[in-house]
Structure formats: structure tokens, C-alpha cells
């Protein structure tokens, strides 16, 4: 910020860039702050506040740097241990967490339930909600809910295209897996899939159209 070319700079309007670069900042932070408390705070999350049956797990990877090589031109990672000074590993957090069908559902009965009883996490996802900004989008296909959506906020999508009078939070993940929440008739979707073959209009769009 103390860069010359920055300081006559104004503000900009809120833009849609769909992107993973602040959940991925916020997520690492939070396992800094943490430390070895990290696993204890995933356990009041989920075991204590959702209550899951099976386990919820975070991808973190393990980077390794590789110094003073003797080349660049290798493929084998046995290489590089055996050439390379080895600096040792750091953990980098994912955003992306894994649970099974049910426990999904299990998460999305505790989001409407915090909706509703205006909770502190309740209370930030109506903040999102009424913050929500325009996606501007050109054109829509019905492949997902982030791709038959208008509106987004807090890496949630909202306002479903043909459904945007009713609170309707969604996320969408790898592979077309889906978990819908329908604030207005409690009515929670979860799509637990592999890949995006099959149709969503159908099986999703068209379930939260009924009353």
C-alpha cells in the first residue's frame, strides 16, 4: 500500500472474480493462529457444533523446496533427494474439506439452523446475504448452481436463476457436488457425485421449485 503508483488510487465497485485466493489466506491463517490447537477447533466445529458421524477431513499439502541442484533437466523426485539440498517441508492448507453424503446433509442442517436462531454464524451469513453482488453474467447453463446463479457473496452462490424471490444459499464443489439450502422451506439438497454427468436442472432446479 505505501507503493507511489497506489497512493492516487480509488476504490473500485465490488466486482465478481470467483477465485480461491482469500478462503485460501483465511484458512491458513487460521491454522497459524491456531497451531496445535488446529485439530481442536475442526472437533468444536464439526464433532461439537454439526455433529457428524464420520470424519470430516482438510487437504493439506506438504511442500518440499529443492536447492543448489546440480540440474533442472530430471523428472525422478529420487533425484532431486539424492542431487538437491532438501530444505524441510511445510504444510499449506486447503480450503477444500471432504465428508461423506450424510454428514453434508448434517452441515446444511446446521447452517438453516443458525439462520434461523440467529447465531453468530447466522448472523455473517445473513451479512453475506444482504451483501451479495451481482455475477454480470452473460449467459447461464444449467450444468451447476454456480452456473445458473446471479448473485454471490462469501464464496456462497445465491439468487438461482427462475428461484430469485426465495433465500437460497448454495456451494458447489469439485466433481458437481452440491449442498443447496432452501431458507425459506428448509428444504436441503445435497449431490454427492464423482462428476457432472447428470442432469442438475432435474434433479436439483427442479426440486426447489416445489413447495
Request: aromatic letters at 14%; charged letters at 30%; hydrophobic letters at 30%.
Amino acid at each position: 500500500m505505501k507503493l507511489k503508483t497506489l497512493q492516487n488510487s480509488k476504490k473500485s465497485k465490488a466486482v465478481y472474480n470467483y477465485n480461491a485466493l482469500a478462503t485460501n489466506l483465511l484458512m491458513n491463517y487460521t491454522i497459524f493462529k491456531t497451531g496445535d490447537d488446529w485439530e481442536k477447533l475442526l472437533h468444536k466445529v464439526f464433532n461439537e457444533n454439526v455433529k457428524v458421524k464420520d470424519t470430516v477431513w482438510f487437504h493439506k499439502t506438504v511442500k518440499t523446496n529443492y536447492e543448489k541442484c546440480k540440474s533442472f533437466d530430471k523428472g525422478d523426485m529420487n533425484w532431486y533427494s539424492n542431487n538437491c539440498d532438501v530444505k524441510p517441508g511445510k504444510e499449506v492448507g486447503r480450503y477444500s474439506f471432504y465428508a461423506n453424503r450424510y454428514d453434508y446433509l448434517r452441515i446444511g442442517k446446521r447452517i438453516l439452523d443458525d439462520w434461523n436462531n440467529d447465531t453468530c454464524v447466522g448472523k455473517y451469513i445473513k451479512i453475506i446475504y444482504e451483501q451479495r453482488i451481482n455475477k454480470n453474467r452473460k449467459g447461464y447453463n444449467t450444468q451447476s448452481a454456480s452456473q445458473y446463479s446471479k448473485k454471490y457473496g462469501g464464496q456462497f452462490h445465491f439468487d438461482i436463476k427462475g428461484l430469485t424471490k426465495k433465500s437460497i444459499l448454495a456451494m458447489d464443489g469439485f466433481g458437481g457436488q452440491q449442498v443447496i439450502v432452501d431458507f425459506d422451506t428448509g428444504r436441503i439438497i445435497v449431490v454427492h457425485s464423482l462428476d457432472r454427468h447428470y442432469n442438475w436442472k432435474k434433479i436439483v432446479h427442479k426440486k426447489l421449485k416445489q413447495k
